[in-house]
């Protein structure tokens, strides 16, 4: 008796096992196409944002290098406006003439420093709107943005969404004591 139920109870337990391992599997069969629909919606995009990435950090290169070569000019500015007054030095006749030669030089050091400074500044200002144009052609929405679920999983989430609110809103009812007349 104990082994033909064992031998009815074991053919059941295989037979049911691999209904259940089918069923598992092709209810995964579709969540499997559902998510490869959705990488392959979410190639583009990134491919976008990948392109408008390499296009802003040329740009940021770019600006890099027109810096660089903006701090040359300024060292350079200094340096032969330091030359220029150790040679006033040299050549002054007398204390007079030195001054003079020297406040002569301070308005020629405050008109290059302002230069200096505008230049500068437009260059990151030129930076600043090339960057802003990159980021405005990028696209607007996210790769995970743009990817939509499919139905049977939105309206899943859905559901479990509306049992848990009104499970909370419950409890909070049960939580809530008697009003007590306090007067």
């Not at 802003?132 to 995970?144: C, D, I």
């Not at 743009?146 to 909370?168: S, Y």
Request: charged content about 30%.
């Amino acid at each position: 008796m104990n082994n033909a139920f064992a031998n009815a109870f074991g053919q059941n337990l295989l037979t049911s096992t691999g209904k259940l391992g089918d069923t598992v599997l092709e209810r995964g069969r579709g969540a499997a196409i559902a998510a490869a629909n959705a990488l392959d919606r979410a190639r583009t995009p990134s491919h976008k944002l990948a392109e408008a990435g390499l296009r802003a950090n040329a740009v940021a290169h770019d600006g890099v290098a027109r810096l660089m070569k903006n701090q040359v000019q300024l060292i350079d500015g200094f340096m032969d406006e330091g030359i220029r007054r150790l040679e006033l030095v040299a050549e002054a006749r007398s204390l007079r003439t030195l001054v003079e030669a020297q406040i002569e030089l301070l308005a020629d050091t405050r008109a290059r420093l302002s230069n200096d400074a505008e230049r500068t500044l437009a260059i990151l200002a030129d930076v600043g709107t090339r960057l802003s144009e990159v980021f405005r052609s990028a696209p607007v929405q996210s790769s995970v943005e743009q990817v939509t679920p499919a139905p049977r999983v939105a309206r899943t989430r859905r559901k479990k969404a509306a049992i848990r609110k009104k499970a909370v809103s419950r409890k909070t009812r049960q939580k809530r004591a008697p009003r007590r007349n306090t007067r």
